[in-house]
């Protein structure tokens, strides 16, 4: 008698097994045109006998093909974690036997093909790895934001995962600009493993690896995003690093499909000196051809360097020779608003150029002794004069610092004073009338400090917010100049700024075509894509506003 899962089996069988006793069944041609059948019936008859008696008599041309039973896949779970493998038998020599592997520890298990996997069934619910790791999987995983945009949720995972785990450091070390060897430190194994046992070590070499499969990685989807871009603006700049080494950077500004301004850094690469104009344009090419951009970039923003303005001209003669349609040579260039203002504020402050360095050197005077440091501030303390802010010193190359250091030096005026009483060797001593004129600057350069500010950002399109910003720092200026100042140094910041303000915003008589008014910003009407004849109406507002 046959056990009732045998039976089972084999009815089962008989049901997804395909009948090929029916009379659709013809038999397959033979090489000489006639079917299979009619040769076999001249060859032997009574073989075509005893198939129509097994059939029950069925006509002549049709074949009777044996019972054809497909095989099945394994049904039983635990074969995900079997694998069967034929091994030499220890009882038999040369005779190979057929058992399951486990694959988490390895061990062979006796298996004939088609029998019972109870015995497999009972290893996996004895072993304790394979219990733990089911454990972990129906455990609720931890809900949290994106790390990327803080937004939305995701699901942190309870199993490790090698892979994202090294990808994650990955973009860690690039972020935070970390050595490649805080993989292998001590504590930060010990930390990795305190926080998931089935951490794996990462070596300095994988982790290098890494990072550069991350970068193209990044690079390919920039790529992307650049081509559905339809217009690309760039800026650039160049610097000379304290090594004595020369380096552009390279950033692209565009409107990505969802309507969101991007800011991408396409190239930061070393230059070999000298920084003429055409070397700059062609590092710049170069770095359009690699992105495959050449055909979408409308503007570029540079200093007024001399150089800047040959490597524009280089640039414009490349992008004309492709013909496109949408490339417009007369809006190419955008000067640097901020670099601008840099320049106006280095002309006016020239008048008072002696002022500015005694202000500094008091400044250093403090910041280079600790001991002085705790003495001025014991002054403070006894004068009841507030310690706030300290005192910031200021660089030459960046005029804005020049205005953070007038406005935290103005504060402690009276402590300035007061200290001379303490120390003998300080002979920096501010009189009253230059603390009243650095109070008269300060308004002044705190109004272009906030316009550099806002020309500066890289959130928000700059070029709409240009004029104010401009109209509001002439109005200070104007505002100096018809004061009646008696003291001549406010009166030569004045007059120094506002001398070449109309030059430097293209304000002069329309169409005189100066040489320094086709060098500036190519006239307000440019700057906003307005066409040259209405850039007339725009030049008498700007006479009305700022006078």
Known sequence: MQPLEKVLEDEEDDDNSFDHRDDMSESLPTVDGGSGSQRGDEVDDGTSKAKKAKTGGKKAGVTLSPKCKIARGKRDNCWKHFKVV???????????????????????????????????????????????????????????????????????????????????????????????????????????????????????????????????????????????????????????????????????????????????????????????????????????????????????????????????????????????????????????????????????????????????????????????????VEVCNNYSIKVGRGLALDVKTRWNSTYKMLDTCIAYKDAFCYYEDVDTSYVWKPSDSDWVLFGKIRPILGTMAEATTAFSGSLYPTA??????????????????QSGDTFSGARGLAVGVLTPIPLWLGLGRPGSGGPVHQKTMHGPGNLFGVPRKESRQIWRSNKILVG
């Open 86 to 376: 034929n091994v030499p038998s220890k009882k038999e020599r040369g005779v190979m036997e057929t058992k399951a592997k486990c694959k988490f520890c390895y061990r062979s298990y006796v298996y004939h093909p088609g029998g019972a996997t109870t015995t497999l069934n009972r290893h996996l619910a004895n072993y304790t790895q394979y219990q733990n790791k089911l454990a972990k999987a129906k455990a609720q995983g931890t809900l949290n934001f994106s790390p990327d945009d803080g937004n939305s949720l995701v699901v942190n995972p309870t199993k490790y995962d090698h892979e994202h785990t090294r990808e994650l450091i990955a973009k860690m070390i690039i972020a935070h600009e970390y050595s490649f060897r805080m993989v292998e430190h001590k504590w930060f194994n010990i930390l990795m493993k305190w926080m998931n046992g089935n951490y794996e070590f990462i070596g300095r070499k994988s982790i290098k690896n890494e990072c550069m499969r991350v970068y193209e990685s990044k690079k390919t989807q920039l790529k992307r995003s650049l081509k559905e871009a339809e217009s690309i603006s760039l800026t650039t700049d160049l610097w000379t690093s304290n090594q004595n080494l020369q380096y552009m950077c390279l950033v692209a500004h565009y409107i990505d499909e969802n309507w969101v301004l991007q800011c991408r850094v396409l190239s930061f690469i070393e230059v070999d000196p000298p920084h003429t104009g055409i070397v700059i344009a062609q590092a710049v090419f170069e770095c359009m051809v690699e992105w495959k951009i050449e055909d979408k970039v409308t503007t570029i923003t540079l200093d007024n360097a001399t150089n800047n303005d040959t490597a524009v001209t280089n640039l414009k003669a490349k992008l004309l020779a492709r013909k496109n349609s949408v490339f417009d040579p007369n809006y190419f260039h955008i000067r640097c608003a901020a670099h601008i203002v840099n320049l106006v504020v280095n002309d006016g402050l020239q008048p008072i150029d002696n002022l500015i360095t005694c202000l500094r050197n008091i400044v250093k005077y403090f910041k280079r002794s600790p001991s002085r440091m705790y003495k001025f």
């Open 464 to 481: 709409n917010c240009f004029y104010p910003y401009i109209v509001k720092v002439k109005r200070a200026l104007i505002g100096a100049h």
